[in-house]
């Protein structure tokens, strides 16, 4: 049953990965041409939204792969290890990343949104920061609590 469900999650990381490649394929560029007709006399903007885009993508892909290891080890019975613990620190600081590269990328994202009609780019900019925040939240309780049950395990495997 375990091999069912770690199974079934890899298939949605893997389901999570290609959607998010495909926006950066087709959607980025597209939208990096868009911020440079927007200001034509700013030509820094362009190049500026697409590294922010991109350099947010990194991490993303890197919490994708560290999800992934939590899984095998999982697989192989060693979630309640060091392993664990250093795949959650490392999800945590990748969430955080792409929290603070968004944030930094905000006043790219508002020069655009301040020239179109419905202001879509800040909405969905604060949304990526908070949803990064809560998973870096998350993935800091679920590293606590597994420090603390390793702790616990090896008080007992001393005990006996």
């Given at each position: 049953m375990k091999q069912v469900t770690t199974l079934f999650l890899k298939l949605a990381i893997i389901f999570i990965g290609i959607?998010?490649?495909?926006?950066?394929?087709?959607?980025v560029p597209k939208i990096g041409n868009f911020a440079g007709e927007l200001y034509p006399n700013l030509s820094y903007l362009k190049p500026l939204v697409?590294?922010?885009m991109y350099a947010a993508a990194i991490p993303f892909y890197v919490a994708l792969f560290q999800a992934f290891t939590l899984l095998r080890y999982i697989d192989k019975n060693q979630a309640f290890s060091d392993l664990s613990v250093k795949a959650l620190k490392k999800i945590k600081y990748c969430a955080i990343?792409?929290?603070?590269?968004?944030?930094?990328?905000?006043?790219l994202y508002y020069l655009m949104a301040e020239k179109i009609d419905p202001p879509s780019f800040m909405p969905i900019g604060s949304m990526i920061i908070f949803a990064s925040m809560?998973?870096?939240v998350f993935a800091a309780v679920l590293q606590r609590l597994l420090q603390e049950a390793i702790q616990i395990k090896s008080e007992n495997d001393l005990t006996v």
């Open positions: 959607p998010v490649l495909a926006l950066c394929l087709f959607l697409l590294i922010d990343t792409i929290s603070a590269l968004y944030l930094l990328g905000m006043p809560v998973i870096a």
